[in-house]
Structures are given as C-alpha cells and as structure tokens.
C-alpha cells in the first residue's frame, strides 16, 4: 500500500464546454509528471475523456466505469480493476461508454445510492496519490455519486458562467452533499479557463469575481487561455504537454498543477500541525 492519502478530485460544472475534461487529462498528467501515481475516471456519458486519451471505439470496451458501477449495485465483486487503461503519458484511465447513461436509471433503485461510485472507487484508492473525476454536465444523481466519492471539487469555467445562477446551483448542490453525506468534501477552487486575454471583459469579470467571492472560494492563479490547440491535443489522444509542450495552455496547466499539488502539501501541513 502506499503511504500517502489518495486524494480523489472531482471536476465539476453542471455547463458543458468549459474545459472539464481538458483541464482533467491535462492536470492529471502534469501530476503525474512529478512522480505521483494518478488514474482518471471518465463519469461522463458522451465520455470525451476516454476519446481524449487516444480510446477510439469506447463501446467495444469490456470494462468501464458503468460495468464497475452495475457491479457495485448487483454486490459482485468486480473484475474491472482489469480494464484500467495504462496511457502512454503516465496516467491511468478508468474509461465510460454510452453506457453510463443507463445508469441514471439504475441509481435510482439502488441500495446507497449515492455511495455507488465511492464504493468502486475504494478497491483501487490504495494504488494512487490521485484520482481525478471528469463529471458530467448535469447535477443529477451521477454527479452526486462523483461529489460523494471526491476529497475535494475544482470547478472549471469559463468568466461569463461565474457570475451567473449556474454557478449559485453548482455551490447549493456542493453544498447539500456536504451536509447530508460527505461532511469532508471541500472546494479546492475554481480555474477560469477559455480566457480570451484580448478582452478586457474577462478580465474585468475575473477581477469582479476574485472581489466578490474574496476567500470564501478560492479562484486559481492560473488562467488557462482560449486556444484551439487543446481541442486539437484531445483530438490525437494527447495531453496539451505531449502536443505543444511550449505553448502558453502547456505552460497554464503547467502553472495549474503547482498550485494543486501545493494544496495536498498545505493541507499534509495543517494536519501535522493539529497532531503536535
């Protein structure tokens, strides 16, 4: 077993296309670039994670996160640990099919049903340092499972999403989870992605934003540029550093990573301090 706590990360914004599974291959990898054992788990039905990492056919896959959950919710011991994907840069894949979709529907008459996911996910912690989870644009039931099962959310978005009610419902949900079923669950923070540095509108929404929501949440440092480059790295089944490894988004996630790592180190710190 290994030491250190694994800590699961879920990403999460109930509105698609902000950057969710680019900013979940692209961290994962440049955590796995210094040395720590990652897996990303694809919990999203149109499963552009596992297309992102290079998984062409997805529905010809044995094992993916719906068949792990089926046999979650059927009490079989799964034999999906067998179905992990070991990508060439370093990370290892939990993968989702059209599937997944199904299984809103079987969630609901489940025993536990919003520890489905958690459950799985506690056969494998042991082997990892991270787990990162792509969740889907909704805030259904799947995404309470993915909320049950992480450590910690970071929420991706894009400036114009951040003062809006979107945003609102995504925190209530965060927050009804914390309350009713995983008190330890906590808001790492929000990374603004898309960033067009041409604008001063986003940059004054950014500004607006870092004011308004003034330590309560934090929003990273790191801005991640609007670029067609990542698009066009998921496309090749790459991260952003295999593809233009000297590009500014390469150096953003670069720059994303440090300041996600340093909050493993933060809270190691502050633990140790309360055991004195």
């Known amino acids: 077993t290994r030491m250190n706590h694994c800590k699961t990360i ?70 999906w640990g067998e179905g992990i994907i070991h990508h060439r840069e370093g990370v290892d894949l939990l993968p989702a099919n059209d599937e997944l979709a199904g299984i809103e529907l079987r969630l609901f008459s489940a025993m536990s049903r919003e520890q489905v996911l958690k459950s799985v996910l506690s056969h494998v912690k042991d082997r990892y340092d991270y787990i990162l989870i792509d969740g889907m644009p909704s805030l259904g039931i799947v995404t309470v499972n993915v909320l049950v099962a992480a450590d910690s959310v970071i929420i991706p978005s894009e400036p114009d999403f951040l003062s809006t ?24 923070g929000i990374v603004v992605t898309k960033v067009d540095s041409r604008t001063n509108n986003a940059k004054n929404i950014i500004a607006a934003l870092r004011t308004t929501l003034d330590g309560s949440i934090r929003v990273f440092d790191t801005e991640i540029p609007r670029s067609v480059r990542a698009a066009e790295a ?3 089944g790459k991260s952003i550093f295999a593809f233009d490894p000297k590009g500014r988004v390469a150096q953003a996630y670069g720059n994303l990573t440090k300041e996600v790592a340093e909050l493993g180190k933060e809270a190691n710190r502050s633990r140790s301090d309360g055991a004195r």
């Open 10 to 79: 879920a990403l999460v914004n109930q509105k698609g296309g902000v950057g969710k599974t680019t900013s979940t291959i692209n961290l994962g990898v440049g955590l796995a670039s210094q040395g720590n054992k990652v897996l990303l788990v694809d919990g999203d039905p149109q499963h552009s994670l596992t297309i992102g990492l290079g998984i062409t056919d997805p529905d010809n896959l044995e094992h993916t996160l719906n068949t792990a959950m089926l046999a979650e919710i059927e009490g079989e011991t799964p034999k």
């Open 165 to 188: 009610k979107g945003m609102n419902l995504l925190l209530k949900t965060i927050g009804r989870v914390r309350r009713q079923i995983n008190p330890r669950l906590k808001i790492d």
């Open 234 to 236: 998921s496309g090749e």
